[in-house]
């Protein structure tokens, strides 16, 4: 089998083995320039492997740009290696352009030497990532150069940030329909309660224990909606987390499974925000009530 791979290379250890925080990686080794066996070793993105639809055992051969001066001109160089794994990060833009190599059988492939193009670390806290590149710019200096995960990803992180904020909106309006429905609700209980209501008022009931009684009625029809919202929001996310029995096509959205992480600080805003909304609809429809006539609504009710 023949493939030319067009596709980011990253350099294992001298171990040869590759080691991935919630990567998964099929059972191999990466062999190096130097070991006793004719092809040296290489991991493919599993999205990559398909592609070229190579599998674990198949041949591919890799071309750098950097070749060896002939009388011709410069001339490409071209290496077979030997499939020896397949890894998925659940990442799409990963599993579709990145293959592993030995970093020795990289430096001789890219004829560098003992040297290395690129040096990744991984940091503690990510969120820290962009002072950690910052700091490491200025102690290095001029001709080195650091990129870290937020700048590699702006472009996703932007649309992200723009699907968040259309979420919102959407889930402002669901929330404002339910508050007009609770609204519309206390005012045909008010037509509907008028001669109660005149009872009540000339039995001695004010206008403030009238708008009590609608107020408390509509803020608990509120409360029961979005405990039930509460429970089944948080019990969708818990299922979706451990079980991730939604598919989306990666070459669109990154990811191949809809990830999940539940903030409860904004549980909770989006609990209170939902119960103020519900609180505010049963305000008119009380007043309203409050400010029946008895006598007119004894008299037309």
């Known amino acids: 089998m ?26 191999g080794k990466v062999a190096q320039v130097g070991d006793d066996v004719r092809v040296p ?9 398909a592609k070229l639809g190579a599998s674990k055992g198949a041949v591919v051969y890799l071309i750098s740009p950097r070749g060896m001066m002939s009388p011709i001109g410069h001339m490409p160089t071209m290496k077979r290696f030997e499939v020896t794994g397949v890894f998925e990060s659940g990442f799409y833009e990963y ?41 490491i710019s200025e102690t290095l200096g001029y001709p ?7 700048q590699m990803n702006r472009n996703f992180f932007s649309a992200l940030k723009l699907e968040k904020k259309a979420m919102f909106i959407i889930l402002t309006l669901i929330i404002l329909v339910a508050a007009f429905n609770i609204a519309s609700t206390l005012i045909m209980m008010v037509m509907g309660k008028t001669r109660d209501i005149a009872i009540l008022k000339a039995m001695g009931a004010t206008h403030r224990s009238i708008r009590k009684i609608f ?9 029961i909606g979005t ?3 509460t429970v089944l929001g948080i019990g969708g996310c818990i299922l979706l987390k451990h079980y991730k029995f939604i598919e989306l096509p990666g070459d669109v959205y990154y990811f191949t499974t ?25 305000i008119y429809p009380a007043y309203k009530a409050s400010q029946l006539n008895p006598v007119e609504a004894l008299r037309y009710g």
């Open 215 to 223: 107020v408390f009625k509509g803020t608990v029809i509120g409360a």
């Open 258 to 282: 809809l990830p999940v992480e539940l903030e409860w600080l904004d549980v909770l805003i989006i609990i209170a925000a939902a119960m103020a909304i519900c609180f505010l609809s049963t």
């Open 41 to 49: 070793g290489i991991i493919l993105g599993q999205e990559l492997a």
């Open 95 to 135: 599993d579709a352009s990145l293959a592993y190599i030995h970093i020795q059988t990289a430096q001789d492939l890219l004829k560098i030497g003992n040297a290395a193009t690129g040096i990744g670390l991984r940091i503690k806290n990510i969120y820290a990532a962009d002072q950690v590149s910052s700091q």
């Open 227 to 229: 405990a039930l919202g």
């Open 144 to 150: 080195f150069w650091t990129t870290d995960w937020m």
């Open 2 to 27: 023949l493939a030319i791979l067009n596709a980011e290379l990253h350099t294992c250890g001298p171990a040869g083995t590759i080691r991935g925080g919630g990567v998964l990686i099929e059972k």
